[in-house]
């Protein structure tokens, strides 16, 4: 069984920084993509940024000059850098992965969020 699990999340003013982390675990053969998604309060959740393996991450326009999406592929883990936050950055932050388990079965796992909140 795969698990993904998120960290990193907490409380911070506007202007400061965060990076969160995600790891991927158990039986997995490769993984194709992880990303990042969150959830503000009362909205539905959102892509933040993407990376495929082999390519260069992708991200949305509201996360572009702001966030830095990083891979460590060798550890399942990637994370994402999220500097200069800003109040409407507050919401959880989910980690998705996309690949093969150990049965040669595609996977698509999401892990259980991590809360960001952006306040002064």
């Known amino acids: 069984q795969v698990q993904v699990v998120e960290s990193g999340g907490g409380l911070v003013q506007p202007g400061e920084s965060l990076r969160l982390s995600c790891v991927a675990s158990?039986?997995?053969?490769?993984?194709?993509?992880m990303g990042w998604h969150r959830q503000a309060p009362g909205k539905t959740r959102e892509l933040v940024a993407l990376?495929?393996?082999?390519?260069?991450?992708k991200y949305v326009d509201f996360a572009k000059g702001r966030f830095t999406m990083s891979r460590d592929s060798a550890k399942n883990t990637a994370y994402v850098q999220m500097d200069s936050l800003k109040r409407e950055d507050t919401g959880v932050y989910y980690c998705?992965?996309?690949?093969?388990?150990?049965?040669?079965?595609?996977?698509?796992?999401w892990g259980q969020g991590t809360q960001v909140t952006v306040s002064s």
């Open positions: 990376v495929r393996h082999g390519e260069d991450p």
């Open positions: 158990g039986t997995i053969t490769g993984i194709y993509s």
């Open positions: 998705n992965v996309d690949g093969i388990g150990g049965d040669y079965q595609f996977l698509e796992v």
